[in-house]
């Protein structure tokens, strides 16, 4: 029972890319609200889509009120409430449909697999969005860049050398 690789690495970036964000964060002494709210946004998302593969309430909700030190708590939480969720998860099980309601009460159906992929690409959606508040800030973002997490090393700047 060893999930796939692919679904694998991309929890492996989620969890590495959500700790460089809230590290940018948290060295940025006068850190934009909305950024924090992103981050936010990211892992209540996270937990909420969680639960609803767990089939249980949410922990929190989608859009949770936190600061910096919060959304560490949170992406804590959800760390390793994910590990045991993907611990337990075999590759058959991607393909199981799980009914649940969206935030504005409508229902769905979606694969297991497709929920877990959702995950990982919304994260990155936001975790860019933040990196550009951090710059527009005159702060430095972390690189949250899948390729920057699989070489080791940030991805190339605009910088020509």
Same mark, same amino acid.
């Given at each position: 029972?060893?999930?796939p690789?692919?679904i694998?690495?991309?929890?492996?970036?989620m969890?590495?890319?959500?700790?460089?964000?809230?590290a940018?964060?948290?060295?940025?002494? $006068?850190?934009?609200?909305r950024? *924090?709210? !992103?981050?936010?946004h990211?892992? @209540?998302?996270?937990q909420?889509?969680?639960?609803? =593969?767990q089939q249980?309430?949410?922990?929190?909700?989608?859009?949770?009120?936190?600061?910096?030190?919060g959304?560490?708590?949170?992406?804590?939480?959800?760390?390793?409430?994910?590990a045991?969720?993907l611990a337990?998860?075999?590759p058959?099980?991607?393909a199981?449909?799980?009914?649940?309601?969206n935030?504005?009460?409508?229902e769905? $159906?979606?694969?297991?697999?497709d *929920?877990? !992929?959702h995950?990982?690409?919304? @994260?990155?959606y936001?975790?860019?969005?933040?990196? =550009?508040?951090?710059?527009?800030?005159?702060?430095?973002?972390?690189?949250?860049?899948y390729?920057?997490?699989?070489?080791?090393?940030?991805?190339a700047?605009?910088?020509?050398?």
């Amino acid at each position: 029972m060893t999930l796939p690789v692919h679904i694998a690495r991309l929890f492996e970036h989620m969890r590495w890319a959500d700790d460089r964000v809230v590290a940018a964060l948290a060295a940025w002494p $006068d850190a934009s609200p909305r950024a *924090i709210e !992103l981050l936010a946004h990211v892992l @209540g998302a996270e937990q909420v889509w969680l639960a609803r =593969l767990q089939q249980r309430p949410p922990d929190a909700p989608v859009w949770p009120s936190l600061d910096v030190d919060g959304c560490r708590a949170l992406l804590d939480h959800n760390r390793e409430q994910y590990a045991a969720y993907l611990a337990r998860l075999a590759p058959s099980d991607l393909a199981r449909t799980i009914r649940y309601r969206n935030s504005a009460g409508v229902e769905f $159906d979606s694969q297991v697999e497709d *929920i877990l !992929l959702h995950v990982a690409l919304h @994260g990155s959606y936001h975790r860019g969005q933040v990196a =550009l508040l951090v710059r527009d800030g005159g702060a430095e973002p972390n690189a949250t860049d899948y390729i920057a997490f699989v070489r080791g090393a940030a991805a190339a700047t605009r910088t020509i050398r």
